[in-house]
């Protein structure tokens, strides 16, 4: 079946810092792949996505690169921030089944200044 | 433009204690979907439609029950209350194409005692 796997965390670093969250997938087909985050008590928000392969998802300084060779889809940011405190999730979607997104069990990231 | 609306934001039950969560959303989008959240479990799919009308299972579908009799509305109804269904409601919405990928509400924590 369908599945995502990311590192376990939680992730603590200081400010500036570079940050690599790593996901990997496993799935029949090509999906579109995401990330999202949650900030506490909050729901969740797509932060960037990549819907086909090399395709390079950016948004906030972070970046992400669908690649098929390794069914990876590794969140980078180069100088985390305080505000980047969160739990980050990937996932995966075909949209020509449904579109249901599967999720792996999130990363929490933790910025201390 | 308010995206996707869930109501209760909070809710406390009795086991056996039946209730609706609502969710609606205002983008025209053909996709919705719950999940429930757990620590260390990521997001997991109850139920999902692909339009008014239509309806399917997802990962855990059991003790819930859905319908979708228009575009803007997906409640979720718990038929029997357990404590085992104590956990966080998030509703979502898309697109039929990935592109833009799925909208969040902001959760129902749900308590079951």
């Known amino acids: 079946g369908n599945s995502v796997t990311q590192m376990e965390g939680p992730v603590t670093l200081s400010e500036e810092a570079f940050l690599t969250i790593n996901c990997t997938y496993t799935?029949?087909?090509?999906?579109?792949l995401f990330w999202y985050v949650q900030y506490p008590g909050e729901g969740l928000q797509l932060l960037l996505k990549?819907?086909?392969?090399?395709d390079k998802g950016s948004n906030k300084g972070f970046e992400a690169t669908y690649r098929k060779e390794t069914t990876s889809f590794h969140l980078e940011k180069g100088s985390v921030q305080v505000s980047d405190s969160a739990v980050y999730f990937c996932?995966?979607?075909?949209?020509?089944?449904?579109?249901?997104?599967?999720f792996g069990q999130g990363t929490e990231l933790s910025v201390k200044p | 433009n308010a995206g996707v609306t869930q109501t209760p934001k909070f809710q406390v039950l009795k086991t056996g204690q039946s209730m609706t969560l609502q969710c609606a959303q205002d983008?025209?989008?053909?996709?919705m979907s719950w999940y429930r959240q757990d620590p260390g479990m990521g997001l997991r799919l109850i139920h999902y439609?692909?339009?008014?009308?239509?309806?399917d299972q997802g990962e855990v579908p059991n003790g819930y029950n859905v319908s979708r009799s228009t575009t803007e509305d997906f409640p979720l109804r718990l038929l029997s209350a357990a404590p085992s269904q104590t956990s966080v409601y998030f509703c979502?919405?898309?697109?039929?194409?990935?592109?833009?990928?799925?909208?969040f509400g902001s959760g129902t924590r749900l308590t079951v005692v």
């Open positions: 983008m025209n989008h053909e996709y």
């Open positions: 979502a919405s898309s697109y039929s194409k990935g592109d833009y990928g799925y909208t």
């Open positions: 799935a029949t087909g090509y999906p579109s």
């Open positions: 439609s692909v339009g008014a009308g239509i309806t």
């Open positions: 990549a819907t086909k392969a090399d």
């Open positions: 996932a995966l979607a075909f949209y020509n089944q449904g579109g249901k997104l599967i």
